[in-house]
């Protein structure tokens, strides 16, 4: 029977799930099709935060945000919460990271416990658990944690500051302008495509397969693409200018006196300002098409040495994005807010067990969460899945099994304290949390201090009318907030002790010599 020894994580920043072929997308994207086609393409797969730092931790935690309390990107890990890597460390096993991570150290955390930051067990710890070949998050000039900068130069790309120079610039009638600048990514990026980050990186990550040999390994894949700077290289940059880049979804109370006030105050962010205008979505999207077909194309390259190396028939894929991106839709630009353009991502989950082989090519409709993928990684390796996690294990969904009480709602939240909303809204830093309750026909979200936005998904799957307002559904609102409420107090703090020990400790206290209350 084949069985997992290897797990291959591959994750895109800011990937819309409607921009892959495989969920009826308008981007061709063949080689992510055919990774479909070998597993299970989840369509209700939501992350539990839409902002890079708190979904992404909760990937690597199996853990909610409010449980791991990283709940913005410049927030911490706190070095003391358990991570996917510490637990297969436990193991005896360990788990690379090439790409993008998103990790902010603990480094005040490390200096408190004595922590030798520089000691291999302390570079482990402040990296959330990854053994780091090359980490490169992309949103600035790569540092010393990366050889980018190095190859670029050694490339012929001369340059103190190779990826401001080159990675996000073009050339436009012989001056060199920036990406940073969205009027000119119909341009190409001065790298040529093989040297471009999303090809830089899998050439790390197939190295580093190909070093493993036949050693059972782990790898988080993460590229940085299609997230901003919307820089592509040539061909791509134009693979899609003029073509069909769809509809461009509006709600009639966006922007009006009727929009719920979180939403209003985040069009004073200067990529909403932007994106409002219907031009420069219509600009800026080829640009982010061309970004998710070049992925595409290097997920093949991927798949491909896998398939020659016979590594396909013991590895576990998983392909998914830590969230969405709004493009002009509602007049948004970016994340973080809970439609689903941000929080419902692609999830395809490649199991090569002959248990799964029922399951290959299909769709699964289940709410599944960020959350789950740490128990699934642990499960299909055939270790104990922590009781601290708060998702489960896919592997029933995955492998035709029963699957008794599956989740009937998905969680996602948002901390905006450190945004410019806050301010627009007179908020405090404390005062600034949003959670999103999804049931099958409604999408409840709790505004600290507002009032919440409802929408009825089964007669409006768009989302484009807020019903939080509406007398007449005070009813289900008070329903889906005590069903939010049981869903947070559910949530696992305790960390320090499983659960397991809990239960084999339960009304021992007498065999431990402490006889309380005896008359």
Not at 113 to 128: E, F, M, P, T, Y
Not at 178 to 206: C, F, I, K
Not at 220 to 243: D, E, I, N, Q, T
């Amino acid at each position: 029977m084949r069985s997992v020894r290897n797990v291959l994580f591959v994750m895109c920043d800011q990937l819309r799930r409607d921009h892959l072929s495989c969920y009826g997308g308008r981007v061709p994207t063949p080689n992510i099709d055919a990774l479909a086609a070998r597993g299970v393409r989840f369509d209700h797969a939501y992350v539990q935060s839409g902002v890079c730092g708190p979904s992404r931790m909760s990937f690597y935690t199996g853990r909610y945000a409010s449980s791991h309390g990283a709940t913005w990107n410049r927030v911490p890990l706190s070095i003391a919460q358990p991570t996917l890597g510490a637990c297969l460390a436990a193991a005896g096993r360990g788990i690379a990271l090439a790409g993008k991570s998103h990790v902010t150290p603990d480094a005040a955390g490390a200096e408190r416990l004595g922590i030798d930051a520089a000691s291999a067990a302390g570079r482990r710890l402040l990296a959330g658990g990854f053994d780091q070949i090359d980490r490169y998050d992309g949103h600035t000039p790569p540092g010393p944690e990366s050889g980018y900068a190095d190859y670029l130069r050694a490339r012929g790309y001369a340059s103190a500051d190779p990826w401001t120079d080159y990675v996000i610039a073009a050339e436009d009638d012989g001056r060199v302008v920036s990406g940073w600048q969205m009027r000119n990514v119909h341009l190409p990026s001065r790298v040529a495509a093989a040297h471009s980050e999303t090809a830089y990186m899998t050439d790390v990550a197939l190295d580093w397969i190909a070093r493993q040999g036949d050693a059972p390994w782990a790898l988080h894949l993460s590229y940085v693409k299609p997230h901003w700077p919307y820089m592509a290289p040539a061909p791509y940059h134009a693979m899609f200018r003029g073509a069909d880049t769809g509809p461009i979804v509006r709600g009639g109370q966006d922007g009006t006196v009727d929009e719920h006030p979180v939403v209003r105050a985040y069009r004073s962010h200067d990529e909403c300002r932007s994106f409002g205008r219907e031009e420069v979505a219509r600009h800026v999207r080829p640009a982010y098409m061309g970004l998710v077909a070049e992925v595409d194309a290097h997920v093949g390259r991927v798949a491909a040495a896998l398939r020659e190396s016979g590594r396909l028939a013991d590895t576990l894929v998983v392909l998914t994005s830590d969230h969405g991106e709004f493009l002009g839709d509602r007049g948004l630009g970016e994340k973080e807010l809970f439609y689903d353009e941000v929080v419902r991502v692609p999830l395809i989950v490649v199991d090569p067990d002959a248990r799964a082989d029922s399951t290959r090519g299909t769709s699964d409709d289940r709410f599944v969460e960020a959350v789950d993928l740490v128990p699934t990684f642990l499960d299909a390796l055939g270790m104990a899945v922590p009781t601290h996690c708060d998702g489960r294990s896919l592997l029933p969904l995955l492998r035709g099994g029963p699957a008794p009480g599956w989740r009937e709602e998905v969680v996602s939240e948002l901390d905006y304290s450190y945004r410019r909303a806050r301010l627009a809204l007179g908020r405090g830093p404390g005062e600034c949390r949003g959670l999103m309750l999804r049931t099958a026909q409604w999408k409840y979200v709790h505004w600290q201090g507002l009032r919440p936005q409802l929408f009825d998904l089964a007669r409006d799957p768009l989302e484009l009318a807020d019903l939080g307002a509406d007398p007449r559904l005070s009813a289900v609102r008070a329903e889906l907030s005590e069903r939010l409420l049981a869903r947070l107090a559910a949530f696992e703090h305790r960390i320090t002790v499983d659960a397991r020990e809990i239960e084999a400790h339960t009304d021992t206290h007498r065999a431990r010599g402490i006889h309380i209350g005896i008359y």
